[in-house]
């Protein structure tokens, strides 16, 4: 599983309340990112962190901040959810070339169900 | 926009045929692709990859096979298995460019007694 944690796994919130999910790597890759997946969608990037305190956007970044203060954690926030945020979302790392990994090999956490009513 | 896409939403296989699963891009500046598998409720898990100096790949029982001239991309799993049921996403990145993968929406590959 790469060292890769995701909490909470499943969480149940209300429209308008701010989220906040965490990923959780243990072998201090550089790269990480976020994606939702959502039936019909496949896997979409919602913010991608290249370093500490270093972030960009994805193709589905509205609604959603990012927050790397230390190599290992990264942080995802809904500051308002909205029913439209009902999602799985899924944190990546990649390791980067070498170690008998493929340059853009990525590994993903377990997922966080996230339900807004 | 550009995307990647995938020709069949879901595919039936006896056990033990091949299963050949299809995607097609649209993005000529890709050149590094990659297949991914997910099984229920689990994260997608990378499976290989090729880059567009080649047209085949192999692996420990797949195959991709890449066509630039038609822009499509192609896994191929021999011998399929129970253990392969799952979704397939085909994805593509440049290849040393940023770090953003777009993904297609996924086969489902099912296997048949």
């Known amino acids: 599983d790469a060292g890769i944690t995701q909490s909470p796994r499943h969480k149940v919130t209300e429209t308008g309340t701010p989220v906040t999910l965490r990923c959780h790597q243990t072998?201090?890759?550089?790269?990480m990112y976020w994606y939702r997946q959502d039936p019909g969608h496949g896997l979409r990037l919602i913010h991608y962190?290249?370093?500490?305190?270093?972030?960009d956007k994805g193709e589905v970044s509205d609604g959603y901040s990012v927050s790397r203060s230390k190599t290992e954690d990264f942080l995802l926030t809904l500051e308002s959810a909205t029913s439209s945020q009902t999602s799985v979302y899924f944190c990546?790392?990649?390791?980067?070339?070498?170690?008998?990994?493929?340059?853009?090999?990525?590994?993903f956490g377990p997922g966080t169900r996230l339900t807004v009513l | 926009g550009e995307s990647v896409g995938l020709h069949l939403p879901t595919l039936s296989v006896q056990e033990g045929d091949n299963s050949i699963i299809n995607c097609a891009y649209s993005?000529?500046?890709?050149?590094?692709f990659i297949w991914y598998k997910q099984e229920s409720g689990k994260g997608p898990q990378f499976i290989i990859d090729?880059?567009?100096?080649?047209d085949k790949r192999q692996g420990q029982r797949v195959t991709v096979l890449l066509n630039k001239t038609v822009k499509h991309l192609s896994l191929q799993i021999a011998a399929t298995q129970p253990g392969d049921s799952a979704v397939y996403f085909c994805?593509?990145?440049?290849?040393?460019?940023?770090?953003?993968?777009?993904f297609g929406k996924g086969t489902r590959l099912h296997i048949l007694p």
């Open positions: 990546a790392i990649r390791p980067g070339q070498g170690a008998g990994v493929e340059y853009n090999e990525q590994f």
């Open positions: 090729i880059r567009s100096n080649m």
């Open positions: 993005n000529s500046a890709s050149d590094y």
């Open positions: 994805a593509e990145n440049m290849y040393g460019g940023d770090d953003k993968i777009i």
């Open positions: 962190s290249y370093g500490v305190k270093d972030t």
């Open positions: 072998e201090n890759h550089r790269y």
